[in-house]
């Protein structure tokens, strides 16, 4: 099960000047319930989700939406309808692309009208984030939308989105919690957030055509969490320090089973990798030399050594990885 948002990074001469719970808002661990952790008690009202395994495939820690009338209410309270900045953070696996399936939630629900903020991934697989003017209609007069042009996402993968607005100019978006540059795709509106006195925010569902019913999320969310501040980089790359990307792992070298630490191996777990291995040694190759392969970022793209302030991984030829992030 999951606890309220404790993390541990090993980062050398350098420490938080806050706690990364400092003007949290509202977080939502999803373990069966909308129950709000973050001690504010702005505790959600769950409709039609289910529950269902997380990204570690852990039993009712993670909640479905079917993509039809599944969603979760907010409490109506002005504290949640607060101004620049903010920070969003969840996880996600969608169901299927597109405007109608992939809306995450809008922090003042309204009905043919942009209020508030929305996060959404578009047909052609890229993030977004927008915030509306209240100003009538759901149009692009009435919003500020800022896009990602890449890496396109996919549907059945468990991924990480942050989104940060600073100011209504200043907007970043993070995925699997690595920075990537966004732009004004869309939206000639006022650059000021339009809350309603009536309406509560919402996970799961978003209303951006007038005249038709609203859309809903298709997919499984879990861990929502909700900021009146923008997280540093660093405080957003500690959301992902415990990714099942890099979780332990084992390999077969040798006919001995090798523990290469905090790394990518063949096999999940130690008796696995005996069974294939037909063989009972172990061997910790955490001291050994070794041989750089290669360096990623979390998306498997290729980066230099150089690269600052992002999350890179330093693969070698023993199979383990060192996840690093150089500071600038």
Avoid at 65 to 78: A, C, K, R, S, W
Wanted: aromatic share 14%.
């Amino acid at each position: 099960m999951k606890k309220l948002l404790t993390f541990l990074i090993c980062l050398p001469l350098f420490t938080f000047s806050q706690s990364i719970t400092d003007s949290l808002l509202l977080y939502y661990n999803m373990n069966g319930d909308a129950q709000d952790l973050s001690g504010n008690n702005f505790h959600g009202t769950t409709s039609g989700v289910n529950p269902v395994q997380d990204r570690y495939g852990n039993d009712s820690s993670a909640f479905y939406f079917d993509g039809v009338n599944d969603y979760i209410d907010f409490p109506l309270n002005d504290t949640l309808k607060p101004d620049f900045p903010m920070t969003f953070a969840f996880w996600v696996r969608l169901k299927e692309l597109g405007g109608f399936s992939s809306q995450f939630f809008n922090t003042d629900f309204v009905q043919d009208n942009y209020h508030g903020v929305w996060m959404n991934v578009d047909g052609n697989g890229y993030l977004g984030i927008g915030f509306g003017g209240g100003l009538g209609g759901c149009n692009a007069q009435n919003r500020i939308s800022h896009r990602t042009y890449e890496p396109p996402l996919d549907t059945g993968i468990w991924y990480h989105f942050t989104g940060i607005i600073k100011t209504a100019s200043d907007i970043e978006l993070y995925v699997n919690c690595n920075y990537l540059p966004t732009a004004i795709t869309n939206g000639t509106g006022i650059p000021n957030i339009a809350y309603s006195t009536t309406e509560a925010g919402i996970l799961g569902r978003m209303d951006f055509q007038v005249g038709n019913p609203a859309a809903h999320f298709w997919g499984t969310m879990d861990e929502f969490s909700y900021w009146k501040r923008a997280l540093t980089s660093i405080e957003v790359f500690s959301l992902c320090d415990s990714m099942p990307m890099i979780t332990a792992s084992w390999n077969c070298i040798g006919k001995s089973c090798v523990n290469p630490g905090n790394g990518t191996g063949t096999y999940s777990n130690l008796n696995d990798c005996q069974t294939a291995c037909n063989s009972t040694s172990i061997t910790d190759v955490s001291n050994k030399v070794r041989t750089l392969i290669k360096i990623t970022d979390v998306l498997g793209r290729e980066e230099s050594n150089s690269k600052k302030n992002i999350i890179l991984f330093f693969i070698y030829d023993d199979g383990s990885v060192e996840k690093k992030i150089i500071i600038e």
